[in-house]
């Protein structure tokens, strides 16, 4: 446990003390120490800024788009490929959903844009066939629906594969049972397979809330310009514009802390939650 716990608390938890940033009107060459305390100021600037909250809104119109169409998906595709007879075959499709993971949000933006672009596949295909191409690369409107698609076509395959290790979990002779009481296929799944799955997804659910306004710093700095901040504009982009490429450290680490706290309530939220339903989730009471 060495290794990890050292990563933790060098990586995460060391960086916390400069959260004091957020309460001082930071000077780079000076440092924390010589720097003057303002108190909250750097907070009340923050939430006057509109574009502060148009951030937000944003962040939260991502999250809740990808909690409701990517957070069912990788449990929908692990009971379609959990009920593939061939294990050759079965093996064959995790393989291939579960790449995509690996691949960098770069080469997985260049790739939709190759294929959705204004000169990809599908608008030369429409061209071709004499109809109108259709702006989706670029259009601010269908940016929610492009996102929310490519997280989906990129991560469903590593939650896949939790789904499919609770899966392995669960008692084939349940499944006899409910079979012998006359229960179809149907049934089965909902009255034996997914109560099996339960924990893992509330657990799952927890976890999702808790960084729910983390929804992706590189691949909407990659296509931020191609729609415009004002649909683009997340809290990860905000906080990186504002603290690094304006220089305004303090307001950069104000909207930070913001964030931090924000995810640590709903993580409490969730996992009270989690309780609520009988499930352990993150941690015990």
């Known amino acids: 446990m060495a290794p990890g716990l050292l990563f933790f608390v060098v990586f995460f938890y ?28 750097n907070f009340q600037e923050l939430f006057a800024d509109a574009a502060f909250w148009e951030a937000v809104r944003n962040t939260l119109l991502f999250a809740a788009l990808q909690l409701v169409l990517y957070f069912p998906a990788p449990l929908a595709l692990a009971l379609l490929v959990n009920s593939l007879v061939g294990s050759k075959v079965r093996r064959f499709v995790q393989s291939i959903v579960y790449l995509p ?37 670029t259009n601010p409107h269908a940016f929610p ?35 012998v009481d006359g229960a179809n296929r149907w049934r089965r799944m909902w009255h034996v397979t997914l109560p099996a799955v339960r924990s893992v997804t509330i657990m799952l659910l927890v976890l999702r809330l808790g960084d729910v306004l983390s929804v992706g710093f590189e691949q909407f700095l990659l296509q931020r ?49 989690a309780h609520a339903f009988g499930e352990q989730g993150v941690y015990s009471k």
Do not use: C
Request: zero cysteines; hydrophobic letters at 55%; charged letters at 10%.
């Open 225 to 273: 310009d191609a729609v415009g901040p004002r649909a683009a504009e997340v809290l990860d982009t905000y906080v990186y514009y504002h603290g690094v490429v304006y220089g305004d450290w303090s307001i950069g680490a104000a909207a930070g802390l913001v964030k931090g706290v924000i995810g640590a309530l709903m993580i409490w939220g969730a996992n009270r939650l």
């Open 14 to 41: 060391v960086p916390m003390l400069g959260n004091i940033v957020a309460f001082e009107d930071y000077q780079p060459f000076i440092g924390f120490k010589d720097s003057a305390l303002v108190g909250f100021s």
């Open 101 to 137: 993971h690996f691949i960098s949000w770069v080469l997985v933006v260049a790739l939709f844009q190759q294929v959705l672009g204004g000169a990809g596949l599908l608008n030369n295909f429409l061209r071709a066939h004499g109809m109108d191409p259709l702006d989706i690369m």
């Open 145 to 179: 629906l492009l996102i929310t698609a490519q997280v989906i076509w990129k991560d469903i395959g590593w939650g896949m594969i939790i789904y499919l290790a609770a899966l392995a979990n669960v008692d084939q002779s349940l499944y006899e049972a409910a079979a």
